[in-house]
């Protein structure tokens, strides 16, 4: 189990640092909900965390094919809803760098399809994926 301390700094600002490593993240309400957008919104946050679990299961998958994903990208897009504000939509364009059989692009998805992000937020919030350049 991992457990991470969530301070409220004042002024829509807010800092957790990393237990193992002492890594500080920090968050700022966006412009569009009465925040200064001085870094990633909690919400942006959690786009964050979408795309680089999908990119670290990928290269989970990848590893056990022989291939190497070095380099790639996941865009990855949110939108948001009012009353109640919430994602509405969450959308992750992957690009891996170099020739891919369909085979080991199809394993390399479904692999995506699995990380742990994806699977709590999947229960009511769409998430589209696309493959192409960057």
Known sequence: ?????????????????????????????????????????????????LGSCILSIMGIMASSMDIDITGATAKVEKKMANAPRRIAKISVHVHVFGELAES????????????????????????SFTWGPA
């Open 104 to 127: 080991q692009k199809l394993k390399l998805e479904a692999a995506a399809h699995e990380c742990p992000v994806h699977n709590i937020l999947n229960v009511e919030v769409p998430i």
């Open 1 to 49: 189990m991992s457990e991470t301390t969530v301070r409220y700094e004042g002024y829509l600002r807010c800092s957790a640092e990393h237990s193992e490593s002492g890594v500080v993240v920090v968050t700022n309400a966006p412009r569009d909900n009465h925040g200064n957008g001085a870094s990633f919104s909690p919400s942006e946050l959690l786009s964050v965390s």
